[in-house]
């Protein structure tokens, strides 16, 4: 009988290590990363993660894994938005901000929104997130660089790790790098 439950048991590890093993063929995950079925998840630490638009199933989630909120960056109105995100995020207890940013125009005021809600939600850990991590990677880059002061060539390789930003996304960057005093040149 014991022999039949290591079997199992085995079975179950084997099962469970084919699917992470999938996660991270597909770049849903790393093996820092926090399981999250969404599109370009970045895990910039145990307390901050950036990605495309999660499921609902992932949605409904989040509180297992620990996130204590979540910021989304895309207008509620973008064809593949989960209908009811905040209610979803919401009935698990977790706060829920959304700051609609225009993808051809971000503006500086987007990013003063987004400092306001990170710096509101110190403490918890956050998921950010579009559609596909361009709008959160580059908003937490700025994040990281300006606010928490950290390298800007360290804090760009999670933006690098999704997209490289140009038009009105680049000029934003460079503009409030500026402004903050930083010389880093996004590539």
């Not at 609609?100 to 003063?112: C, M």
Request: hydrophobic content about 45%.
């Amino acid at each position: 009988m014991s022999s039949d439950r290591t079997v199992v048991k085995t079975r179950r590890a084997v099962a469970a290590l084919t699917l992470f093993t999938g996660m991270l063929a597909w770049g849903t995950a790393s093996a820092t990363d926090t399981l999250i079925e969404a599109p370009n998840v970045v895990a910039i630490s145990p307390r901050l993660v950036t990605s495309g638009q999660p499921g609902a199933a992932a949605l409904a989630g989040l509180a297992a894994q620990g996130f204590g909120a979540v910021i989304y960056l895309a207008p509620p109105t973008v064809p593949d938005a989960i209908a009811g995100e905040a209610q979803i995020v919401r009935r698990q207890g977790l706060e829920f901000v959304n700051i609609p940013i225009g993808f051809g125009n971000p503006t500086e005021a987007d990013f003063q929104s987004f400092v306001a809600a990170m710096q509101r939600l110190s403490g918890r850990k956050v998921l950010v997130h579009c559609q596909v991590n361009m709008r959160a990677s580059s908003m937490t880059f700025l994040y990281r660089a300006i606010v928490l002061h950290e390298s800007p060539e360290l804090a760009y390789e999670s933006v690098a790790r999704v997209w490289s930003p140009e038009g009105p996304w680049k000029r934003l960057l460079v503009s409030q790098l500026r402004k903050a005093g930083i010389q880093f040149e996004p590539y």
